[in-house]
């Protein structure tokens, strides 16, 4: 959430940074919030002025003997009147906040200005030994996708139709044993040469949980929902009030969580965290985009890295984690190439973002494998994470997260960049200590 404080201190570069991200920030209902909260502010401590004048001079009435009564009663009417001003002041927060939790995240300045994917910028590219532009280019022609590729291997979509329906995968046999050497591999890399500790966590989370990292309650539409209680009764045969709970998007939500309503020593700074866990969306947004294979799904693997920082660091550190995303890359040889997203095209909490696109040969282009994101104190507001420094008052910390990488699309990029003439698939060296030493994965038939 952005800090009201800098709304009422310079509304108008807020506005002009927000239309650079394609959101209309709504002045006339801000203005009129705030208004309305400086009168209700004011009315308070006049009120309270008036209640403390108004003790002094019951005392010098009673003193000299004097009747006290009339102002008496008028200080008595001040407890309720200051009351409702509270409850007027919590109200108009509480609108204000609501408000304030559907803008989005300020852009850095460092982001390049731009309305849309066009404007972003290539950083630099990495191609694995032997692999140059141009036989990028040769290998495109005639290459077959990760479906004609993965099926005869044991991927099979029918299955997952009949199981749960589109936008689902079902994999037996290789492909499966591919796919969990690829999540142990990168979860493996963080852990042992990155610092990062590795974690388990719920796959369904509450609503404060999301309201913490942004998915609510702007995009609620693109999350999978369950209801609990309602119909059940607890131990004392009282119905359990329903709760809504959310099966994670992402496992950057409840890593992030784990430091809500906290306050870490400095000294404890930066907690690198990461997590294998099954991603659930709904792509409400997507329309018929990616609908073969798969590149978009409503279920799909990602091992995530998350960061908590000191503010000072949280830019170094968003250096460090994409290098941390493009070591899997490179260690699986796969090209690979960094991109920073423009303000128009980074995602609602984050502040400065890099994607890292892998080649596809199929597709004959680059797709989205990794998404890196400093969040700056955004999130760290909304979750009240702070850290103890070791003088002042506690501060907010910075937030930032990662994959590191999403397993399923790099399960399609190793299948596409590593097929051969015969159907088989050519495992990178990273991998074949978790294949048991294979080298070449071909169909079970074979």
């Known amino acids: 959430?952005?800090?009201?404080?800098?709304?009422?201190?310079?509304?108008?570069?807020?506005?002009?940074?927000?239309?650079?991200?394609?959101?209309?920030?709504?002045?006339?209902?801000?203005?009129?919030?705030?208004?309305?909260?400086?009168?209700?502010?004011?009315?308070?401590?006049?009120?309270?002025?008036?209640?403390?004048?108004?003790?002094?001079?019951?005392?010098?009435?009673?003193?000299?003997?004097?009747?006290?009564?009339?102002?008496?009663?008028?200080?008595?009417?001040?407890?309720?009147?200051?009351?409702?001003?509270?409850?007027?002041?919590?109200?108009?927060?509480?609108?204000?906040?609501?408000?304030?939790?559907?803008?989005?995240?300020?852009?850095n300045d460092a982001v390049p200005v731009g309305p849309d994917e066009s404007a972003n910028i290539e950083v630099r590219r990495w191609l694995p030994e032997g692999v140059t532009e141009a036989s990028l280019q040769a290998g495109a022609v005639g290459a077959r996708d990760h479906?004609?590729?993965?099926?005869?291997?044991?991927?099979?979509?029918?299955?997952?139709?009949?199981?749960?329906?589109?936008?689902?995968?079902?994999?037996?046999?290789?492909?499966?044993?591919?796919?969990?050497?690829?999540?142990?591999?990168?979860?493996?890399?963080?852990?042992?040469?990155?610092?990062?500790?590795?974690?388990?966590?719920?796959?369904?989370?509450?609503?404060?949980?999301?309201?913490?990292?942004?998915?609510?309650?702007?995009?609620?539409?693109?999350?999978?929902?369950?209801?609990?209680?309602?119909?059940?009764?607890?131990?004392?045969?009282?119905?359990?009030?329903?709760?809504?709970?959310?099966?994670?998007?992402?496992?950057?939500?409840?890593?992030?969580?784990?430091?809500?309503?906290?306050?870490?020593?400095?000294?404890?700074l930066p907690i690198r965290l990461t997590a294998h866990t099954p991603c659930f969306r709904s792509e409400a947004g997507s329309g018929g985009r990616d609908t073969r294979g798969m590149i978009r799904q409503h279920q799909f693997d990602k091992v995530e890295m998350v960061q908590i920082v000191h503010p000072e660091h949280s830019h170094e550190a968003l250096e460090e984690m994409v290098r941390h995303a493009e070591t899997v890359l490179q260690r699986l040889e796969l090209p690979y190439r960094v991109v920073q997203l423009c303000t128009g095209d980074m995602g609602f909490s984050a502040a400065r973002t890099y994607d890292l696109e892998v080649w596809l040969p199929a597709q004959n282009t680059w797709r989205e494998i990794s998404s890196v994101s400093n969040c700056e104190a955004f999130q760290a507001r909304r979750l009240q994470a702070r850290y103890r420094p070791a003088q002042g008052k506690p501060a907010l910390v910075h937030t930032l997260n990662g994959s590191g990488l999403a397993v399923g699309r790099a399960l399609v990029a190793v299948l596409e960049n590593g097929q051969r003439e015969d159907g088989s698939i050519a495992i990178p060296a990273a991998l074949r200590p978790y294949l048991g030493g294979l080298e070449v994965l071909r169909a079970q038939a074979d």
């Open 1 to 107: 959430m952005l800090d009201p404080a800098l709304l009422r201190k310079d509304l108008a570069t807020v506005v002009q940074k927000l239309k650079s991200r394609n959101f209309a920030f709504d002045e006339a209902r801000f203005n009129s919030l705030e208004s309305e909260r400086k009168s209700v502010q004011v009315e308070t401590e006049n009120l309270q002025a008036r209640r403390n004048a108004l003790a002094k001079q019951i005392g010098q009435l009673k003193s000299k003997g004097e009747d006290a009564s009339a102002v008496l009663a008028e200080s008595q009417a001040i407890p309720a009147q200051l009351k409702q001003l509270e409850e007027k002041l919590g109200t108009l927060q509480e609108e204000l906040n609501g408000m304030l939790l559907s803008v989005p995240n300020l852009p």
């Open 147 to 268: 479906v004609a590729l993965g099926e005869p291997l044991g991927l099979e979509f029918e299955t997952a139709v009949k199981l749960s329906g589109s936008r689902f995968a079902f994999m037996r046999g290789p492909i499966a044993r591919l796919h969990r050497a690829l999540a142990q591999f990168m979860l493996d890399l963080q852990t042992t040469e990155h610092g990062y500790t590795e974690c388990y966590t719920p796959y369904i989370v509450n609503t404060a949980t999301l309201y913490g990292t942004g998915q609510l309650p702007k995009f609620k539409d693109d999350m999978f929902w369950v209801t609990k209680g309602g119909e059940s009764l607890d131990e004392n045969g009282q119905p359990v009030p329903r709760e809504d709970l959310y099966l994670i998007s992402t496992s950057e939500i409840s890593l992030t969580n784990t430091v809500r309503d906290e306050i870490v020593a400095e000294t404890d």
